[in-house]
Structure formats: structure tokens, C-alpha cells
């Protein structure tokens, strides 16, 4: 996210030209001044300081170096695997180490000149070494420029060759900061600077790339990471208040017959207390002429299905359709029988749409829907899409939201003049900055409460020498009448090797467990989907004692007699997805088991992911540490859907700022709601450029 500058091209500043603003423009997106401004330095070097070889003593100091490279060597025989060279300077000789990059290592130095080498040293076998060291050509006016931090700018091979290394690029934005010297506005109001204690935006923009020292770069990081987050939440705020009081949602006015029939008469057990009142929240919602816009997180098994059930029945008991869209096809249909299951000897009509469904059944259902016949109809997110045509749509209910974009929500709203009712489910605990920032317009409600009798499921790391351990365990479990998932990783770049993983797998558990004594079923995405359906029936309805299956039964289905979950490679799956599967067992009453399989060899991150899952069984410790080890870019596939990316802002650390920074907001729009008053002009019209939309600010009130 950018914030505004004035808007002057980046190819007319002097040392750029035409080549290398394509170069910029390709490389970074950087086409103005404003966004080369805004490529903020990722590191410092005290460049006062040029370190030397015999001086290094430290293995968590960074050092700089200057000195000439000799002594190349390559490693690992014909592929070279690894280039080793050695740094000379006046005091001794530091050898620098490559694993990768290694043709650009080969041809990078020439003889006899001299270089500054940047980096950790590490001790390897008693010596200190440098890995992967940062290289630039030794410039000595480069150290005589006076100040004494100078930024670091990430770079790609295809800058530096063409001469946009991170000193050309330092140099060129000092050039725009003269340029634009006396022209940078303020965007922030004057009275929230002051009490934030904020420096100024133009003196900011100076000394997070010119800093002096390390408080001059602290200032200026946080009021601009402020600022990042200020603009993108009063957008929030200010879209959701907007919408809050203009949206006139159908009122769901009364608790009728059904919601009562099936709360006193059919509900096969006491809903818990953080159930109940997700329920009132909700029924306050959609009772109050305002439309729903709410997302209800509740761990795995937490019974999210009945809550979003007993809603669309509210809505069958004021007049209105529902939705309940699920991310996949399988998912549908088990929603589809556990909601049948549930409502049987009740009159309510529900059906079941998914791209399997037959052209003529597709027809029937078609019409059913239109003439208000069908109360509840579940499926895919072929559901929202315009040939399905409802005659009177209240609610809709997103399950495991993490694969419906925003946009994707917003299409929702647009759907008629009085969207339905929206309530965005998901398992995945979300970190609590998440929740300010992509999900930032929803309200929120939470199940933090799991039905009782629960057992917490116990979880081990084993190794491949631990199988024939594992395999008694298994026959000891199925001895007592459970059953087993076993769930390989399959992943579209490696998609050939994991299905033979899979098959391999197979092959070796038929030995081990033999038919007629022990069935196995194999479900993966490669299955048809009528054989995908027979296979996992059979495993549902308790035909087959373990289920073999790659990650399509991530989410949702249902099977409480099974007590084992058994993940291979589970160092291959993101803590997420770990914790999700993890929630297939621990369903029912008897004790339950998730095993972790890994090989000896592990990334750290695999190891972290795998510990942090044998540590905890908490939703929200696991979701944090997720993001945490993955950056939220990853996060539950929001790069696809849309997620904003900060640019100083760091969604895994920022949580107190992010939340501090929204309350000020808040605080702003009640006091002033169309940012009218004088000291707050500025912020609006930079609200509106940066969003590019021009409010009716009238409307709020
Ligand atoms: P999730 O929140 O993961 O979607 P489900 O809705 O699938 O969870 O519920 C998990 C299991 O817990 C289901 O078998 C469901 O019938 C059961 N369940 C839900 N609510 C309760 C409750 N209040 N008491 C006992 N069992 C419940
Ligand atoms: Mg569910």
C-alpha cells in the first residue's frame, strides 16, 4: 500500500533515464517518485565502520569488510555445489562460503580489486566464514559521504546489471528527496500527530533513508507504519459505518415455529453456553433492520453446523431462503446429510447443488428455489452464482471462509438491493491482527467453548523406525472397533511423486493389514467424483477400518468413531492444515490419537510446525505461531483473495500497534464521521486518493 506523494515520473529524475525506469518499473513496480521513496531500506550498515578480517570475533555480529577475493574453488565435481573463496585484507585471510547463485559467483569478481563484503560470521569448524555475504564494488567516496547509517535496499539480479545496485539506488533517492524538499505534505491530522507524538510525514520520509542514528530511524519507521495502518483502517471503518447505516437488511423479526420445534423437540443435545450466545448475537444482528456482516470462529468440532442450521431455520421462520456454501463438493454433502439427518420428521424442504448435480435435477431444483418452495440449499460456491435464482434469499452462510476472497464476499452484497444476511464460518482461529486488518469489516463472534466429554487428543511425533510400533497400535485400535485416517501430503509441484507416495503407501499397509480382516479405502483428488463419494462412504458408514486419503478430507467430514489420524510427511503441511486434520478425530467419546511421521532430516520450520502441533491443542496458539512461521502473506491462502500488504507494517508483530492505531481511528470518525473540520481536510482528501473513491461523506451521520 502506497501513501501519495506528488506524482512525477521516476524516469525524468536525473541519473534515471528511460532503460532504467523500465528496469524499476518491471523489477519494483516503481514508476513515480513517490513509490521510489517509498522502497524503504530493509536494513542499516554503520558504514563509519569498516571491520577487519583479524577483528572478527563474534558469531551474531554482522560485518563489514573491504578487501580483495582470491582463491575461488569449486565444489561438489562436475555440478558444482558449493564455491568457496577467501577475502584478503591488511590482516589475514576470511573465507566466504556459496550454496547458491553460483554461475553469478563464478564471473562477479575480478582479480587485484577490491570489494566490500557484508555479513553474519559463523564458527565452522573452528574458523569463522561468512555465508552468502552482500558484495558491491569498493567505492571509496561511498565512505566519505559523512553520514554514518546508510539504508540497505533490496535489490534483484536484473537491477544490478543494470547498474541499480543498492548504492545507485540510495543515491537516487536522496536525489528525489531534494527534489522534493518543501513538498511533501502532511496526511495526518495535526492533533493526532501531537498526541501520538508522531514526526512529521516529510521529515519521516528524510530519515528513514538518511538516518543519523537509530532513534532517527525508529521515529520515522513507526509514523510511517502508523500511517500505513491509519489510512487502511479508517477505510475499513469507515466502508463498514457506511454500510452499517445505509444497507437496510431484512429483518428477522420473529423466533417462530421451527427454530422452536427443532431447539425444544429435535436437537439431539444441549447446545453449550458459547453456542447459545453466538446465536443470540446473531439473532440481535439480524432482528435489528441493519444487514448481517458477521465471521463466527469456533475451533475444529467446536459444532459450528448445527449453529449455522438453527439460523436458517430463523430465517424459514420469517419468510427467507438460505445458503450454505461450502469450499468443497465433499464438504457440501456431508452438510447436506448431517442438516437432513437433523431436521428429519421437520417440514422443512432442503437440497443439495454441486457441479455433480444431474442437468435434470439441476432443473427440478432450479425451479423449486425460484418459486420458494426450498428453504435451505447447500453446496459449493456454485450457489451464489447468477443462474441460481432464489425467490427470497435472507441468509447466507460461508463454512472454512479461507478460500472465499473478499471480493468474493462482496459479490454477496451486491446480489440484490437488500443483500442477504452474511455469516462467514471458519475453523482456523484467525490471529488477532488478521481479524483487525482482512477481516477488519466483519463483525466477530467466537465459540471459545468445545461440547463436553470432549478428550483432548493426544499427539506424537514418530519416525519411519517406529512403523511396526505404529501398525500394533493401529490393529489394537481397530481390535476395539475404531477407526484410522492415514493422510498423505500431495501437492500440485510434486503432484506425480506424491500420488506414488500414496500408492507405495497403500500397497504396503495391504500387506499389513490384510483383506478380509482389515478394508481400506482411498480417496484423493485424482478420484472421480461418484468414486470419491463410494470410498468415503464406505468409510462413514464404517465399512472400512482406515482411510487412506490425501488432504481432500481436510475439512469437515464427520466420523466420530474414528480415533487415529496418522499424517505422513506431516513436516510437508502447513500448521493450519495440521491442526484442521487433526480435527477429523477427538469427535467422539473415546480417547484420540494424531501422529505425526517425519524423517530424521527436518527444515526448522517443518521441526517448529510439528513441535508447536505436539505442544498444543489451542487454536489460537497454533494460528499464531502459523503466522508467525509463515508471514501472513501465506496465511490460509490470503494471497490469492486479495490480502493487503503493508509495507513497514508486519502483521506478526504489529498486534498492539494495529489495535492502538484503530482505536484512534475510531475515535476520529465519532468525533468528526465526514472528517469536516479543518485540521482534518488533508487526511480526507488523502483517504480519497489513496482509496481512489469519492465518498458521499453526507451519508454518514
Ligand atoms: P465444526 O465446528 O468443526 O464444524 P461440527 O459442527 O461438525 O463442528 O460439530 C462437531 C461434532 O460435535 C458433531 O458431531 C456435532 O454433532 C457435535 N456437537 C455440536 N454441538 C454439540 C453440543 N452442544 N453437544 C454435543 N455435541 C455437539
Ligand atoms: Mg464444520
Redesign the pocket.
Known sequence: MYVSLPDKKVEFLKGVGPKKAAVLAKELNITTLAELLQHYPYRYIDKSRIHKVAEINDETVFYQLVGTIDGMQAHGGPRTTRITAWLTDDTGRLELVWFKGLSWVKTRFVAGRKYVIFGKATLFNGRYNIVHPEVDDYNPEDFTLGESLQGVYSTTESMKSAGLGTRVIAKLIKTALLQLEGAIPETLPKPILQSEKLVDRAEALLKIHLPSNSEDIHKAQYRLKFEEYFFFQLNILQSKKLREQQIKGHVFGKVGDLFNNFYYNHL?????NA?KRVIREMRADMGSGMQMNRLLQ?????????VALMLMLLAADNGFQSALMAPTEILAQQHFQ?ISELLVNMPVEVALLTGSTKKTERNVLHKALKEGQLQILIGTHALIEDTVIFSKLGLVIIDEQHRFGVAQRARLYEKSTTPPHVLVMT?TPIPRTLAMTQYGDLDYSV?DEL??GRKPIVTSHLYPQHRLRLISFMKKQIAEGRQIYIVYPLIKESEKLDLIALQEGYDALLRDFPEPDYRICVVHGKLSSEDKEFEMQRFVRGQAHIMVATTVIEV?V?V?NATVMIIEHADRFGLSQLHQLR?RVG?GADQSYCILVTDFKLTADGKARVQTMVETTDGFRIAEADLRLRGPGDTQGTQQSGMVQFRLGDLTKDEKIIRHVRTVVQELLTADPQLSAPENLRTKQEFEKLYQKTFDWSLIG
Open positions: 439431539p443435545f444441549e447446545l453449550t453456542q469456533g475451533d475444529v468440532g467446536s459444532g459450528k453446523t448445527v448431517t475453523a465459540i461440547p463436553p469437515g464427520n466420530p480435527g469427535r
